[in-house]
Nanobody, 128 residues
Framework: QVQLVESGGGLVQAGGSLRLSCAASGRTFSSYTMGWFRQAPGKEREFAAAMSSTGAYTYYAYSMEGRFTISRDNTKNTAYLQMNSLKPEDTAVYYC?????????????????????WGQGTQVTVSS
């Protein structure tokens, strides 16, 4: 069983930056594919970024590539999402997720059903 706890959300002006953290419990964090998704009010959950256990397979949604950076520290059981050049349309609840299987394609990493564990979410609000 893995428990995920996100933190780092908040209110930021357009053009600003935030770093989200996802702390995971359990001894097998290093073997999990970690993903970040977001959900804005009235919209479906959307893929943001994901990284395989060693970082060999890392993908981003097109709208976030170049602005967001996913990373992980397996020694701290923590995944991160650095978000720069934030826009009002980035406003959403951001969720981290963990998949026990190695996800090596963008399609697989972007599919929420492939992740068995989810955090409670952290709100990010970008003002114009």
């Amino acid at each position: 069983q893995v428990q995920l706890v996100e933190s780092g959300g908040g209110l930021v002006q357009a053009g600003g930056s935030l770093r989200l953290s996802c702390a995971a419990s359990g001894r097998t964090f290093s073997s999990y594919t970690m993903g970040w998704f977001r959900q804005a009010p009235g919209k479906e959950r959307e893929f943001a970024a994901a990284m395989s256990s060693t970082g060999a397979y890392t993908y981003y949604a097109y709208s976030m590539e170049g602005r967001f950076t996913i990373s992980r520290d397996n020694t701290k059981n923590t995944a991160y999402l650095q978000m720069n050049s934030l826009k009002p349309e980035d406003t959403a609840v951001y969720y981290c997720a963990a998949a026990r299987t190695l996800l090596t394609t963008k399609l697989a990493q972007a599919t929420p059903q492939r992740y068995g564990y989810w955090g409670q979410g952290t709100q990010v609000t970008v003002s114009s």
